[in-house]
């Protein structure tokens, strides 16, 4: 079976720092596009940031600049870097996959108090 399993979710500060982590299993994980995607009570879920099999990344405008994907290709992970954290940024945040099938994991809850 495919599983997605987030961590590193919680509670922090305006302008403090998390990192999440997603764990894939069941897939071949090197030749899939991975990504996160974030979703807040009452709006759209929306792409956060991306990265192909080789490292080429894809950021979403309100995140350029202060998050950065990375892969881990030999421990089967993505990884979200989140910094200068917002208010605005809190919201359930997702690992997903790209491919002939879509994949989503459970997600991780961040939550940033002003």
């Known amino acids: 079976q495919v599983q997605l399993v987030e961590s590193g979710g919680g509670w922090v500060q305006a302008g403090g720092s998390l990192r999440l982590s997603c764990a894939a299993s069941?897939?071949?994980?090197?030749?899939?596009?991975m990504g996160w995607y974030r979703q807040a009570p009452g709006k759209q879920r929306e792409l956060v940031a991306l990265?192909?099999?080789?490292?080429?990344?894809n950021y979403g405008d309100s995140v350029k600049g202060r998050f950065t994907i990375s892969r881990d290709n030999a421990k089967n992970t993505v990884s979200l870097q989140l910094n200068s954290l917002k208010p605005e940024d809190t919201a359930v945040y997702y690992c997903?996959?790209?491919?002939?099938?879509?994949?989503w994991g459970q997600g991780t809850q961040v939550t940033v108090s002003s």
């Open positions: 997903r996959t790209f491919g002939q099938y879509v994949y």
């Open positions: 990265i192909t099999s080789n490292g080429i990344t």
């Open positions: 069941g897939i071949i994980f090197s030749s899939n596009v």
